[in-house]
């Protein structure tokens, strides 16, 4: 019972955790810096180049950080 109950809430902490998904969002500007989980996110918003959808891996190769509003 201990075992299942493990397992059930590590899948759910798993899936919760944001820095698991392996796509992100970042604003393609020459001063953007930063990544973002959802396309929606506040700190978009004043984006006024193409947002674009890359994997986290090449995010955080180039330097971009995790969105403060996430």
């Known amino acids: 019972m201990k075992l299942l109950l493990f397992v059930l809430l590590s899948a759910l902490l798993y899936q919760a955790e944001p820095s698991k998904k392996k796509e992100?969002?970042?604003c393609n500007s020459p001063n953007g810096k930063r990544f973002h989980y959802?396309?929606?996110c506040e700190g978009?918003?004043?984006c006024t180049h193409k947002i674009e959808k890359i994997t986290l891996k090449e995010a955080r190769k180039a330097g971009k950080t995790r969105c403060g509003y996430e």
């Open 24 to 26: 992100v969002y970042i």
């Open 38 to 40: 959802k396309e929606n």
């Open 44 to 46: 978009l918003q004043n």
